[in-house]
C-alpha cells in the first residue's frame, strides 16, 4: 500500500450543474465515484484529504474534509481557496466547459418558437493549478475521450501542465459514469502509459495513488 501519511491530498469529484433558471441547470452523468473512491483510498493510506465535490449522493468518511458545491465557479473558488499545502491535487470532477451566460431570475415559460442560450466557458480548475503548480506538488488531471484517446490526452496533459492524466475510455463496457468499476490508463510528463485492467474504482484508485507515490 502506498504510504501517504503526512501528505495533504486534495481531490475534485461529482459533477457540476450550471443554472439555467432557478429550476434547470446543465449537467453531465458523473456520480462521483470514482472520486470519492480516491479519497477514501488516499485516507487509508494516512494522507490528509480535502474533497470538493459537485452533486452527488455517494456519502463519504467523516474523517474526509468535504466541501459540497454546486457549479464550476463554486469549485473553482473552493479549489483555490483548499489548494495552499496540498502535496498531490487530483482533479477527477467532470466539470462543466461552459455555462448559461445569463441565468434567467425566474423560471423560463415555453413558447412555441425555438429557443436558444447561450453558453460562456467555465473557468479551468486543472489548467489554473498548472499555471501555478510548485515543483513540490504532483498535478493529476483526468480525461474522457471518445477518439483519439491517447494522443488527446497527451496533449491535455501538455496544455494543462499536469503530471499525469488518468485516461478513461467510454468505449469500454463496465467502464466510466455510474459503473462500480473502471478501465483506465495512466500517462505521464515523461511518457509512461499504463494501461490497466477493468477493476472495482477501489482498486483502480488504488494503481492511481500507487502510479502518483512511484512519479518522479
Ligand atoms: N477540468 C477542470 N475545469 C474545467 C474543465 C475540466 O478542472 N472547467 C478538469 C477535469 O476535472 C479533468 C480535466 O480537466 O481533470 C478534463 O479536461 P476536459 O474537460 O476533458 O478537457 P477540455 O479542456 O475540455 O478539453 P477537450 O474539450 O478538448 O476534451
Given amino acids: 500500500m502506498p504510504d501517504l501519511s503526512g501528505k495533504k491530498v486534495l481531490i475534485t469529484a461529482g459533477p457540476t ?53 454546486t457549479s464550476a ?8 481557496e483548499k489548494q495552499l499545502g496540498s502535496n ?26 425555438s429557443l436558444s442560450i447561450e453558453l460562456e466557458p467555465t473557468p479551468d480548475i486543472l489548467a489554473s493549478l498548472g499555471a501555478i503548480k510548485k515543483d513540490s506538488q504532483v498535478l493529476v488531471g483526468f480525461a474522457l475521450e471518445t477518439n483519439d484517446e491517447e494522443e488527446n490526452a497527451k496533449s491535455k496533459l501538455v496544455r494543462k501542465n499536469c ?4 485516461l478513461n475510455s467510454l468505449q469500454d463496457a463496465g467502464a466510466g459514469f455510474g459503473h462500480d468499476t473502471n478501465k483506465v490508463s495512466i500517462l505521464d510528463r515523461h511518457n ?14 488504488k494503481d492511481i495513488l500507487r502510479a502518483i507515490i512511484d512519479y518522479k
Fill in 163 to 166: 503530471d499525469m492524466i488518468v
Fill in 17 to 69: 450543474h450550471e443554472a439555467i433558471d432557478p429550476v434547470r441547470f446543465i449537467g453531465n452523468h458523473s456520480t462521483g465515484k470514482m472520486g470519492i473512491a480516491l479519497a477514501e483510498e488516499a485516507l487509508k493510506n494516512g494522507a490528509q484529504v480535502t474533497l470538493v465535490c459537485g452533486p452527488s449522493q455517494v456519502p463519504s468518511s467523516n474523517e474526509i474534509s468535504r466541501v459540497n458545491v
Fill in 192 to 205: 509512461n502509459i499504463t494501461t490497466f485492467e477493468l477493476k472495482s474504482k477501489a482498486d483502480v484508485a
Fill in 88 to 113: 498531490i491535487l487530483i482533479l477527477s470532477a467532470a466539470v462543466a466547459d461552459y455555462r448559461p451566460k445569463n441565468v434567467a431570475e425566474n423560471k423560463i415559460k415555453k413558447k412555441d418558437t
Fill in 73 to 80: 465557479q463554486e469549485m473553482f473558488d473552493a479549489v483555490m
